[in-house]
């Protein structure tokens, strides 16, 4: 198992603690705001699940079937967990809207939230887990765990908050209007996953410093060519795709233009560990004067 996969892992049994313990806040207090953020951590276990399953899949070689690889198994996870974070958020604006028809009366409001105290510290320190790991091991499925775990710290937070006002003040209403603001923070939380992942689907190029960074190595090692031209990029799970056409003196050699090739891929991969490269020799004929200027 590798360490994203035991990272993923863990996340199922973070989630199935944190889900526990919101449980029990919910069955002592009976808060509608405390039963949508144990709704959310059912979600949680759920797509910590359907991460593990992509990264798996994403792992897996190229083969025959998919000669590029499975590395965008990651960004269909983070989509479905896009997907998931919105039902989830629609049915407990469902349960807002009852509460707010009719407000229960909270029972051991500040034993529950002590509770929920406790699942929001562990969610807390798993969400900057997957976060610093996700973002290390360029792991699409990884990150958007761990935005969702941003908004479900926060969310605990205002609900937190507003039980706590509504025993205090004994204005019960108050606990299902935060019941119904977590619900719209996850709604937006959910539409972020979704659209980022789904740029990754469509092939979107890499960030403008990464784009920079390549080009900068390309002119910097690249000596016996002229130019580089038609640079293009893409990313899939840890995977960055660079394509581009490397034009050289017409009296260069095969062995040559190989060996120019073998250093701009070496430098490539010093700084994409993970980078799958493609260039494409051409003749100065070819030339088009932009692009990539060799230093």
């Known amino acids: 198992m590798t360490g994203t996969e035991k990272i993923a892992g863990g996340s199922i049994l973070v989630g199935l603690a944190v889900l526990a313990l919101k449980t029990l806040a919910w069955w002592l207090t009976g808060s509608v705001a405390l039963m949508s953020d144990a709704m959310e951590s059912i979600v949680n276990v759920a797509t910590a699940i359907a991460a593990l399953v992509a990264i798996r899949i994403g792992a897996r070689p190229a083969d025959q079937g998919h000669p590029y690889g499975h590395h965008k198994a990651e960004f269909f996870s983070a989509v479905l967990e896009g997907v998931m974070i919105i039902v989830a958020a629609l049915l407990i604006l469902?349960?807002?809207?009852?509460?707010?028809?009719?407000?229960?009366?909270?029972?051991?409001?500040?034993?529950?939230?002590?509770?929920?105290?406790?699942?929001?510290?562990?969610?807390?320190?798993?969400?900057?887990?997957?976060?610093?790991?996700?973002k290390k091991r360029r792991s699409p499925a990884l990150v958007a765990d761990g935005h969702h775990l941003l908004s479900d710290v926060i969310s605990s937070?205002?609900?937190?908050?507003?039980?706590?006002?509504a025993a205090a003040t004994g204005w019960p209403i108050l606990d299902p209007a935060l019941a119904a603001m977590v619900a719209l923070n996850i709604l937006w939380s959910g539409w972020k996953v979704m659209t980022h992942s789904l740029s990754g689907l469509m092939d979107e190029a890499v960030a403008p410093e990464t784009l920079d960074q390549i080009r900068e190595t390309i002119s910097a090692t690249a000596q016996g060519a002229i130019e580089a031209h038609d640079l293009r990029t893409r990313y899939a799970g840890s995977a960055t795709f660079v394509e581009f056409h490397l034009v050289v003196d017409g009296q260069t050699t095969v062995a040559e233009a190989h060996a120019i090739c073998d250093r701009i891929e070496q430098a490539l991969k010093k700084k994409l560990p993970e980078s799958l490269i493609t260039i494409h020799v051409e003749p100065e004929s070819k030339a088009k004067h932009s692009g990539v200027l060799v230093l």
């Open 94 to 134: 469902r349960e807002a809207w009852k509460g707010l028809l009719t407000p229960p009366t909270l029972d051991a409001p500040f034993e529950g939230l002590a509770i929920n105290l406790l699942a929001g510290g562990i969610n807390a320190f798993w969400c900057m887990v997957l976060l610093r790991e996700g």
């Open 157 to 165: 937070g205002g609900v937190v908050l507003g039980v706590a006002l």
